[in-house]
């Protein structure tokens, strides 16, 4: 669709935007914004199909008028109108992506017929509303500065505007004259005392609108135990959670008064056995007792129900098999909700467990093979179970909730980042969620008729409850130590492994310069980032760059030549990169607009590459530094990625620990054909270099972490020597000279965990 074809359509209402073709302008709350005539086609043909989901084909071919194009275009245009319409990746309230199928114009179109006047004022409100004027501090510019000058300066210049009164004016002229003035007087001084009011009005909402909302944390644990499970008894006073404990009998249910911080810890009288312990603690309705998942040697897995007023414990059922703990009550006390594997569709079900008789009801199974429904949760009136179905396909955690008399799913929002938890909110009407390992972890919270999210606060945790009667949170806080380890190799064999860093408070994200001489690293004091480098020999520790509190780094990378260095900084919903010139001194922020993070560069320097969100895709971008064009190369969520010599990518998905690798082509457009890189399922961080690819695993020998290395044009591996590298899946943590005999990696040096209640203060 050309310019020329866009200006002939009539204007249009989407929602409450108007936009006018004859002036490329969406218009809203008399806020103008001029778009491109390529994404005013877009939306033109959006529009004419409001409703019916176009193809990416339909789309090119309509507006660029060939398919010989990149999707690109496309997706760059849409994702610019989305900020025109004030919609994100996240909030897709007017342009909807439909997964592998194309997009959706969500809300009602209202065209101008050519009959009607074409005048743009047609599609404004009528009436406007006046804007108060505030400094960049919202404070209100008083009306006191409105001066009795100021007054008479107004109505001198409305006298002088107004008709002069001839000599010859009859008597009656002069006087309805006057009278005029007097009104218009009158009138002026009404409306200043109203702006004055509404001014001062104005100004309270402004400072009282958006309250800033603070949380006050009250420890009930400050001690090396490990806790998980948390919940909250019906009256709010009391907290259940699993716990490991010092005397070495395994993991128990601890029984906690959150007034006075006295414990009970339930035990299910198997003390004699250390192997033992009990998870996922859930009170009755009527806090009278407390349902857990008991696991020994002996009886395998049961779900014990223990009476807090007798001390008692008894067996209700063996647990179903399943590969999660989760254990809920009913509102009526008749049912007890944990998970199901289902053997066939290999699936995580829910099931349903009398409490009366202990046998089983499975609900219907999720349709999609997947991990299942996780860490169900009952609805306050139990006609709903609220769920989280982890898609790995899809790299998404859906919210959604489970009918307990179908077995239906209904979705309600979709995360790109893994949720765990999920709880109701006292009315019903929204649910509460735990983010976690992410740069948005925290509670969130979900309405479950507008479907709109809302981040509460930040926390690091795995656990979460919502105690609906006193509008308190409770949660297991997280406190994790890292720290730079090297490991040194002699050449007689001998190993040496020690922390890098002994003055640092906490590490990570080890990166060796090309020329082995300095490390670049990143470290976290009071919770603020800061990019480092360490010269191996002399020790000495340079302060590149630090960020804001609310900003976090990772993935430092540096140049072929280690002239260059470049950093991400993650931020929620935000993430940019900045290189540095380490020999000039200088910085820069890596041009676009989009989300940009995990920034490299090819051994031979030739080219450059990213990892860009592309309208709500995550994409690894190339560019020919040489030529400055771009291209896509992987469109998939991915933890980590290297291209060495610029023709093989290596890649790993999102929620797997393999490694693929993808030779690409820069002559032809055909897709290009992934192979497994590294097929072990224990695969826990890699790096890769020119032929070669370093990767720390499980030896299958000894049951140590050991550092492997795979000759990529052979495929033969050699396991060279213990690393206690960090188990994650997040980014890069270890980092190994070219010839492998020293590693620089992550070790987690401390965790611990406390239970927390938190109220809104």
């Known amino acids: 669709m050309t310019k020329d074809i866009a200006t002939k359509e009539p204007s249009f209402s989407i929602g409450n935007y108007a936009v006018l073709p004859s002036r490329n302008l969406v218009i809203h709350e008399d806020k103008e914004t001029l778009i491109t005539p390529k994404m005013l086609a877009v939306l033109i043909e959006l529009a004419k199909h409001q409703g019916e989901t176009l193809s990416k084909e339909q789309l090119l071919l309509a507006v660029w008028g060939t398919l010989h194009t990149s999707d690109m275009v496309l997706s760059r245009a849409i994702s610019d109108l989305r900020k025109v319409f004030s919609d994100s990746a996240r909030q897709q309230h007017t342009i909807e992506t439909v997964t592998k199928q194309g997009y959706r114009l969500k809300q009602s179109v209202a065209w101008q017929h050519s009959e009607e006047k074409r005048d743009d004022e047609t599609l404004l409100p009528k009436t406007k509303v006046p804007e108060t004027k505030v400094n960049e501090n919202y404070d209100v510019i008083p009306s006191q500065q409105l001066s009795t000058e100021s007054l008479t300066s107004i109505l001198t210049s409305v006298d002088k505007g107004a008709t002069a009164l001839s000599p010859s004016d009859p008597p009656m002229v002069k006087t309805n004259n006057m009278k005029k003035r007097f009104v218009l007087f009158i009138f002026i001084v009404a409306s200043l005392i109203f702006l004055a009011f509404f001014i001062t009005s104005n100004k309270a909402i402004l400072l009282t609108a958006e309250p800033t909302i603070t949380y006050d944390n009250n420890y009930l ?75 020994s040697k002996s ?80 609805s306050p009136d139990g006609n709903s179970i609220a769920v989280v179905h982890f898609q790995p396909n899809n790299n998404l955690w859906v919210i959604g909730l489970v009918d307990t008399l179908s077995g239906e799913f209904t979705e309600v929002t979709s995360s790109g980042e893994e949720v765990s938890q999920v709880v109701w909110s006292e009315a019903g009407n929204s649910l509460y969620y735990l983010i976690v390992r992410s740069q948005e972890q925290g509670i969130w919270q979900v309405g479950l008729n507008s479907k709109e999210t809302t981040f509460l606060v930040e926390i690091n945790s795995s656990s979460l409850d919502y105690d609906r009667k006193n509008d308190k949170f409770a949660y297991i806080e997280r406190e994790a130590q890292y720290n ?11 190993l040496i492994s020690a922390p890098f860093l002994k003055n640092m408070p906490q590490t990570n994200y080890p990166t060796l310069a090309p020329d082995n001489k300095s490390l670049a690293f990143i470290s976290t004091e009071s919770g603020v980032d800061s990019l480092w480098i360490r010269t191996i020999d002399t020790r000495a520790n340079l302060l590149l760059f630090q960020v804001k509190d609310n900003d976090k780094l990772s993935e430092p990378t540096w140049s072929s030549d280690g002239k260059q260095l470049l950093v991400s900084i993650l931020n929620k919903g935000r993430s940019r990169m900045v290189q540095f010139d380490m020999e000039l001194g200088n910085s820069i922020l890596f041009d676009s607009t989009n989300n940009v993070k995990m920034g490299k560069w090819s051994q031979d320097g030739l080219f450059m590459y990213w990892y860009e969100e592309i309208d709500d895709v995550w994409h690894v971008m190339e560019k020919n530094l040489s030529t400055a064009q771009q291209r896509i190369i992987l469109s998939h969520p991915i933890a980590q990625f290297d291209i060495i010599d610029g023709n093989n990518l290596h890649y790993q998905k999102i929620g797997t620990r393999k490694v693929h690798t993808r030779l690409l082509d820069h002559l032809t457009s055909t897709k290009p054909k992934d192979k497994m890189l590294l097929p072990t399922v224990n695969t826990f961080t890699w790096d890769a270099h020119l032929g070669v690819i370093y990767y720390a695993a499980d030896s299958s020998v000894k049951k140590l972490k050991m550092l492997f290395k795979m000759d990529l044009s052979s495929g033969l591996v050699e396991e060279l020597y213990p690393i206690e590298v960090m188990d994650t899946e997040e980014s890069r943590t270890l980092s190994v000279s070219d010839d492998g005999r020293t590693a620089y990696y992550t070790k987690l040096d401390k965790y611990r965990t406390d239970v927390v209640v938190m109220t809104q203060e």
């Not at 395994?250 to 414990?263: D, E, F, M, P, W």
């Not at 179903?320 to 079900?349: C, R």
């Not at 009398?354 to 009952?378: I, V």
Request: charged share 20%; net charge negative.
């Open 221 to 295: 644990t400050l001690d090396d135990d490990m806790e998980r499970n948390v919940r909250f008894s019906p009256n709010g006073k009391y907290l259940a959670y699993a716990s490991n404990l010092r005397a070495n009998l395994g993991q128990r249910v601890k029984l906690q008064s959150i007034t006075n911080k006295s414990l009970i810890t339930i035990s299910a009288a198997h003390e004699d056995e250390e192997t033992s312990y009990d998870i996922a603690p859930t009170f009755s309705p009527d806090g009278n007792q407390i349902a857990y998942k008991h696991f």
């Open 299 to 378: 009886t395998g897995c049961t779900i014990n129900v223990y009476t807090i007023k007798e001390a008692t414990v008894k067996t209700l059922t063996e647990c179903p098999m399943s590969k999660t703990d989760a254990l809920d009550w009913s509102p009526d006390g008749q049912y007890l909700v944990t998970n199901i594997f289902n053997y066939i569709k290999k699936i995580e079900s829910l099931v349903l467990v009398s409490t009366d008789t202990g046998k089983n009801k499975t609900l219907l199974a999720p349709s999609e093979n997947a991990s299942g429904y996780l860490w169900p949760r009952f």
């Open 484 to 494: 730079i380890w090297r490991s040194v190799q002699g050449v007689d064999g001998e």
